[in-house]
């Protein structure tokens, strides 16, 4: 019961990644808050949670809009754990392909949403003195593979979460991040099941062959949220099952210009 007695924020936890950190939290001892523009899957996360006998609130938000943010926190309360999930690459492409509207979306969602939900976990947590922030980064912000606006969010992610640490570690609180390589959900899975060539080539480029679970990344969040990691501040950890110790081997297609 790691985080027991205290109260969890995750954002973008309808489906995927962000479900299962907060199952796994409920498990740990939480009481969880989960935030998703999605309300029907948003619910059932709660629901998930309640029939296994943990305490949820879902409250439906967007988190890149600023006063949507506040709201949430305010019905929130104070939080103890903050992690920042949320994403989104609707529109992502490489660079001549990319318009500056799925660039504007895409860093709204993954990366000025971090902000806004830190900035006002920072209140309670500051007040507390205590509190760890767990941010979803990802292997692109660590080396150059395609989806040129999420890899720049990502990217400043891990920027933000060095900030954030180095701002905050006299207030009792831990910021790090976890960058996740290709990671099997639901929606990913039937995916790669569609378009079995592509997931032959990506699995290819992992040293196991094999892809990552939401599972491998709940339990990762779990211990950076944790008095587990007491003195881990400030850090970007791959979870990626070796991918970035072969991506001298890799061999990306060349743009088509």
Known sequence: MLLQGRRALITGAAAGIGRAIALRFADAGAEVVVLDTDA???????????ANGGHCTAIQCNVSAEQEV??????????????????????????????GDAWDSVLAVCLKSVFLCTREALVSMR??????????SSVNALTGINL?????????VLAFTRLT???????????NAICPGTILSESSSRYYEQNPQLAQELRSMYPGRD??????????????ASDA???INGV??????????????????????
């Open 40 to 50: 029907e899957e948003n619910e059932r996360t709660a629901g998930l949670i309640a």
């Open 70 to 99: 506040i709201t949430a926190f305010e019905r929130a309360g104070a939080v103890d754990v903050l992690v920042n999930n949320a994403a989104s690459a609707i529109g992502d492409a490489r660079i001549p392909e990319l318009s």
């Open 127 to 136: 007040r507390q003195r205590r509190g760890a922030i767990v941010n979803i």
């Open 229 to 231: 990691s007491t003195f």
């Open 236 to 257: 970007e950890l791959p979870v990626d099952g070796g991918l970035l110790a072969t991506r001298p081997l890799w061999s990306l297609e060349p743009s088509k210009d």
């Open 165 to 175: 640490a180095a701002q905050h570690a006299l207030d009792g609180i831990r910021a």
């Open 148 to 156: 040129a606006a999420y890899s720049a969010a990502k990217g400043g």
């Open 211 to 224: 892809f990552g679970t939401v599972e491998d990344i709940a339990e990762c969040a779990l211990f950076l």
